[in-house]
């Protein structure tokens, strides 16, 4: 088994890199445009009950509908390939990223909102100077889960001919060939491990000096 | 002919059909300590945070320093007015120096004065800014933290400030020691408005030159501290006066 794996990489890593870069790039393209939608929705959402009780609601029904589903759910009204691939997993990010931005920003303490007011910042400031930064841990706790899902199921786009590293191991599969599912589960693996670790990371620096005044 | 800093006319403020202050009238003078004495659920924190805007009244009038708050530019105003609460709010990301310095900043300072004025004021509260600086709230002590949010208050050198039970959490030898430092700061800094609230008896006949006592939304007396004791001019505030005579005796039959 080692040696056949040795042989691929010493034979096919080109083709390696590809499926990692695919991968990789579907999964960075999910993210940010999820991002991009998610958090001036919970921005929002921290502030009108309305829109918090609608996010709530939506995540929830998203929770229910399996990934592998949401993939193939968009067939019929855009064909395969990166684009409908990117949508569905822009979905699938969307309820821990919109969840946790709101909750990052309801934890902010009235008294913070109210000091930062008193000492003469606007709304603006006080987002950007007061609730932003100590959201940040918990919204960089939505991040991560979002990037974990992203990247295990970017693993099922390969059936929507997305590419990315799924297709070494439907590939493996298909012929019983155990080395290429071996190397395309353990990349996603680590893809993930490394990913979570990252933004572990991210979320200590965040919240280092936030801890004793909460 | 001394000014008038803070005028409230005819105010009430409701939370649905709940009043919390009923008809409020007062003024005060500017360069006064004014202390306003009262329990919770008397309207007293509800008043202090009318005067930066930060409540809005249902209705009546609120002058501040010559601008009517239902009128003027709310977020400049809270610039040139000190605010101190209870919880400190330090911002706890945000190192000592750079808590001092947030309005300053959003006044546009240049970075020189900043500095300048951050030295200045932790001296003024006695903390070593060369110490102090550039640590973060969460490493200081309740007291220190305490000093802290009032320099940060004192950051523009503003007219008036407002305390919000500043130091209530604190434990009672930190307590007093800020106490006489209040005052005497307070004297120090010329012309400057302290409005001062507390649920202190002590605190509040210590510290203002005017003390206002308030229960259920209405000014039960605001008089100089001698004159109240001397005058109680409601039974309300003849209980109050009571509880220390009590405590008095108290501590005289231990001895």
């Given amino acids: 088994m080692l040696s056949e794996i040795i042989k691929y990489f010493q034979t096919s890593s080109g083709e390696y890199f590809t499926y990692l870069e695919q991968h990789l790039w579907l999964s960075f393209s999910a993210l940010i445009i999820s991002m991009i939608i998610a958090l001036p929705i919970g921005y929002l959402g921290s502030r009108n009950k309305f829109v918090a009780a609608f996010c709530q609601t939506f995540s929830q029904l998203l929770r229910i509908i399996p990934s592998l589903a949401l993939l193939f759910i968009l067939i019929p009204f855009i064909g395969t390939g990166f684009i409908p691939a990117l949508i569905s997993l822009v979905v699938l990010a969307l309820p821990p990223l919109i969840v946790n931005t709101i909750l990052g920003f309801n934890e902010v303490p009235q008294t913070f909102s109210e000091v930062g007011l008193s000492l003469g910042m606007n709304q603006f400031q006080l987002l950007k100077q007061i609730s932003f930064p100590l959201a940040l841990p918990y919204i960089l706790n939505g991040i991560k889960l979002a990037l974990v899902e992203i990247i295990a199921s970017a693993t099922l786009a390969t059936y929507i001919g997305a590419g990315g590293l799924g297709t070494l191991i439907f590939t493996g599969l298909g012929l019983y060939k155990m080395q290429y599912v071996v190397i395309g589960a353990v990349s996603v693996a680590l893809l993930s491990l490394i990913s979570m670790w990252l933004m572990d990371f991210l979320i200590r620096k965040a919240e280092k000096h936030d801890k004793n005044n909460y | ?255």
């Fill in chain 2, 1 to 255: 002919m001394t000014k008038t800093i803070i005028n409230f006319s005819n105010v009430s403020k409701k939370y649905g059909k709940n009043e919390i202050i009923s008809d409020l009238n007062f003024t005060v003078n500017e360069g006064e300590f004014v202390t306003v004495l009262g329990s919770s659920g008397s309207g007293k924190t509800t008043t202090l945070k009318m005067i930066n805007g930060l409540e809005k009244p249902t209705s009546g009038k609120i002058i501040v320093d010559t601008h009517e708050l239902d009128k003027c530019d709310l977020v400049e105003l809270r610039r040139h007015i000190g605010y101190v609460v209870q919880s400190v709010g330090l911002f706890p990301h945000m190192t000592i120096a750079d808590n001092i310095a947030v309005t300053p900043k959003l006044l546009g300072w240049d970075k020189e004065k900043i500095d300048r004025t951050v030295d200045q004021l932790l001296d003024l509260v006695s903390l070593k800014s060369e110490e102090y600086k550039n640590r973060y709230p969460g490493q200081l002590s309740g007291g220190q933290q305490q000093r802290v949010g009032l320099a940060r208050a004192l950051s523009t050198n503003p007219p008036l400030l407002i305390l919000d039970e500043p130091f209530s959490a604190l434990d009672a030898i930190i307590r007093q020691n800020l106490q006489q430092e209040i005052k005497a700061l307070h004297q120090k800094l010329e012309n400057k408005t302290f409005f001062f609230v507390t649920h202190d008896i002590n605190e509040a006949l210590y510290l203002g030159d005017r003390v206002m006592i308030m229960n259920h939304g209405k000014i039960e007396q605001f008089d100089k501290p001698e004159k109240i004791v001397a005058n109680p001019a409601t039974d309300y505030v003849k209980k109050l006066i009571a509880t220390v005579r009590q405590n008095k005796k108290l501590w005289e039959e231990f001895k």
